[in-house]
Each structure stands twice: as structure tokens, then as C-alpha cells.
């Protein structure tokens, strides 16, 4: 379901991609350009030598955190071209199922229902294997926004981040969060963009605004346990490591983050 969006708010979406084409074509002409390896989603891994990472194969993959560039933004990857996209009341009557780890758009007022609903049956998964399908099911949730546009801005910004024009991507990340105001990984996304910026305020701002719309959103916590870390709170980016791992028990990176933050915080305390 497309979300209903204000013409300002159009128009603002219309002038970013003109920006982000003519960015494109600047990028390309300048393919030696830098390059960096690390994507939006991977804010998390190695950027503090792996402190609350997760591990990869919980990472979102380029083709699932957006369309596609070359592709019709309603034609899934691997798709018929050639098929008529889904309509939005084919995507209200999907049934969500986890253990196929294919998510449809529920509609905006059922989200946090259905969410809320995933969250739970994570924590009740009995292992690593039965939760995966899960947090695959989450995860594509958190890249659907509900509008081509804003996924098209997204993924655009990521693009950005991988070569290293960050300030480039944090005015797309921008302009999404004026259209999707009430969209947590944008504010995610935009704390990532701040972290490598080394703007560490701001990264933190944005993450408790993401935790304020999805408050289980665990790479959200996980990534506020990462900022903390960087300021030197040491002992509330334990305390947000243990929140991530207590909605997602899988996240052997932050469990093992946690090991280590216990015996420094701990035995400061002693």
C-alpha cells in the first residue's frame, strides 16, 4: 500500500531524485572514484572492530534493502518483467508466513501489529535455524516503506555511503525523512550515515527517534549500544547490547560484545 503523501513532500522527492540522478551519471563518468566496502545496513559490523555486530548472515543484501536501480520499482528481482505490478489490495489479503521468509506489505495500520507479532515469535524461536526465516521476515519489513519513491531514495543513499559520499547521502536520507517521517529505518539509516561522520550526537539522536517509532527494532538498539560505546558510556552501551540481544537472542556478535563490556563495566563497579 502506498502511503498518501503530501505534494510538498512530492515535490521534495521529485527534486532529490533529479539531484541523485545527475549524481548518478557524475559517479559513473568517475568510475575510479573511492570506494568503501561498507553499506548503510553494515553499520553495525566492523566499524568498531566488530562490537555489536551481528552476524552476516543476518546482514540485509543490497537487492533486499531496496528496488533494484535498473529494474521497474514494482518488479521483484528475478520477476517477469513483463507481469502487471501487485495491487495494493492483492498485498492486503498476502499472508505473511516466516517460514517462507517472504514478507508482503501489510497495510500502515497493521504494521506495528504484525511486527509486534514477528518480534514475539523471536524470542520463542528454539534456535538460530527456526529464527532465521523470522528475522528475514522482519527485515524485508523494515526496508518496505510503502512507497517506490522512498525505496528508490534509500537505496540511492546506500549507493552513496558504499562510495563514500556521505554527505550526499545524508541529504537523501534527509529528504526521505521529511516524506517518511514515522519510518524507523530511515532514522537508522541516517544515525549510520552521522556514526561515520563521527557525529556521534546526532548518530544517537536518531537512533532513539528510530526506538521511539519501533522500540524493538534490534539493530537499532544493537546500533545505539555501538554510539554509546564510541562516546565512552561504556556501561549503558551494555545495557543496550543486552536490550538487542533480549529481543533477538541470535546476535552472536553482541552477545560476544557483551562478554567483553561485563568484565570491564563490572569490574569498574567493584
Known amino acids: 500500500m502506498v502511503r498518501t503523501q503530501h505534494p510538498a513532500n512530492l515535490l521534495l522527492a521529485a ?16 568510475a575510479q572514484g573511492p570506494q568503501s566496502p561498507m553499506r548503510v545496513e553494515q553499520f553495525d559490523h566492523a566499524l568498531t572492530g566488530g562490537a555489536g555486530a551481528e552476524q552476516p548472515d543476518d546482514a540485509i543484501e543490497p537487492d ?10 514494482d518488479v521483484k528481482k528475478g520477476g517477469d518483467g513483463s507481469a502487471p505490478p501487485q495491487s495494493a489490495q492483492e498485498n492486503k489479503q498476502d499472508k505473511i508466513d516466516p517460514s517462507i521468509g517472504e514478507m508482503p506489505l501489510p497495510p500502515p495500520l497493521e504494521r506495528p501489529k504484525v511486527l509486534a507479532n514477528l518480534y514475539e515469535q523471536l524470542g520463542a524461536a528454539k534456535d538460530a535455524t527456526a ?58 539509516q541516517r544515525a549510520a550515515v552521522h556514526y561515520l561522520q563521527k557525529d556521534y550526537e546526532l548518530a544517537l539522536a536518531d537512533l532513539k527517534h528510530a526506538l521511539d517509532l519501533d522500540p524493538k527494532h534490534y539493530k537499532a538498539i544493537n546500533d545505539l549500544g555501538i554510539v554509546l560505546e564510541a562516546m565512552g558510556s561504556k556501561k549503558e552501551a551494555l ?8 529481543v533477538n537472542p541470535f546476535l552472536d556478535e553482541t552477545r560476544r560484545a557483551i562478554e567483553e563490556l561485563s568484565h570491564e563495566v563490572e569490574g569498574q563497579d567493584i
Not at 545495557?239 to 533480549?246: D, G, H, T, V
Open 64 to 73: 533486499e534493502a531496496g528496488p533494484d536501480e535498473n529494474m521497474p520499482p
Open 239 to 246: 545495557e543496550a547490547y543486552r536490550k538487542a540481544l533480549a
Open 15 to 30: 527534486l532529490t531524485l533529479a539531484l541523485i540522478a545527475w549524481c548518478g551519471t557524475r559517479s559513473e563518468a568517475a
Open 131 to 188: 529464527a532465521q526465516p523470522i528475522t528475514e521476515s522482519i527485515e524485508t519489513l523494515w526496508g518496505q516503506s510503502g512507497s517506490d519513491t522512498v525505496d528508490l531514495l534509500m537505496s540511492r543513499a546506500e549507493r552513496f555511503v558504499k562510495e563514500s559520499d556521505l554527505d550526499l547521502a545524508l541529504k537523501i536520507l534527509d529528504a526521505t525523512i521529511d516524506i517518511v517521517p514515522d519510518d524507523a529505518e530511515a532514522w537508522r
